[in-house]
């Protein structure tokens, strides 16, 4: 089994990426392989609603000019998703927003019924807002949210200071042994009785 886990941050050895390290160290203590991949700070597009990936059905973004469908390309040999990103404006960085928005559109059937969390860092506040806001396209995909002892938080300003939130980074290996937990749950239910039959969607609105 294995774990992407995404780094929204535009600084590569941040605070983002020792709260993700601290879960994928943990992970490989459970027998879970971890891969973190790091968004970069090259301009990312947004989504325009065109469409076409659903006309092409090949589950790529049709502007090919970021790293959006690079990171796609992985989803479906990963088994569970951990996105992390720093505070900006008490909103997740919208690049990468940018990425899971386009990228589970193309590509959501394999994100699917695949256990996936959230992780924000921040200097002081804000991150319970740009929390719940990674947790949206998840729960609209179908993926069992992996919970911890808290909000899957940590604290820091300056490279390295999240390091030193003890309670953070506990809440962060508490996310990796349940990430595991779930993953074998899930994996052996499968195997057992596959996945949950559901209704054809009936998408609706409120204009009559």
């Known amino acids: 089994m294995k774990v992407l886990l995404i780094n929204g941050s ?73 996105f992390g990103s720093p505070v900006y404006y008490g909103q997740p960085n919208g690049a990468l927003l940018a990425i899971m928005q386009r990228a589970f559109f193309s590509n959501g059937a394999n994100v699917k019924d695949k256990p996936a969390a959230a992780v924000t860092i921040c200097r002081r506040g804000g991150a319970t807002a740009a929390f719940e806001a990674l947790q949206m396209p998840m729960q609209m995909m179908n993926m069992p949210l992996v919970t911890s002892q808290y909000w899957n938080i940590a604290y820091g300003r300056e490279a390295g ?12 290996r508490t996310l990796a042994h349940n990430m595991a937990f779930m993953l074998r749950a899930i994996n052996a239910e499968k195997a057992k009785s596959g996945l949950p039959e559901r209704e054809d969607w009936q998408p609706m609105h409120f204009i009559r």
């Not at 601290?22 to 301009?43: H, M």
């Not at 790293?67 to 479906?76: G, T, Y």
């Open 10 to 82: 535009p600084r590569k050895a941040g605070n983002t990426h020792i709260a993700l390290s601290e879960i994928a160290k943990t992970l490989t203590q459970e027998g879970i392989e971890s891969e973190i991949v790091w968004i970069g700070s090259k301009p990312v597009r947004g989504c325009i609603a065109c469409a076409a990936c659903k006309r092409n059905n090949d589950g790529k973004c049709v502007f090919d000019d970021d790293i959006c469908n690079s990171i796609s390309a992985k989803f479906a040999e990963s088994d569970g998703f951990i």
């Open 161 to 172: 200071q999240a390091a030193a939130d003890t309670e953070g980074m506990q809440t962060m």
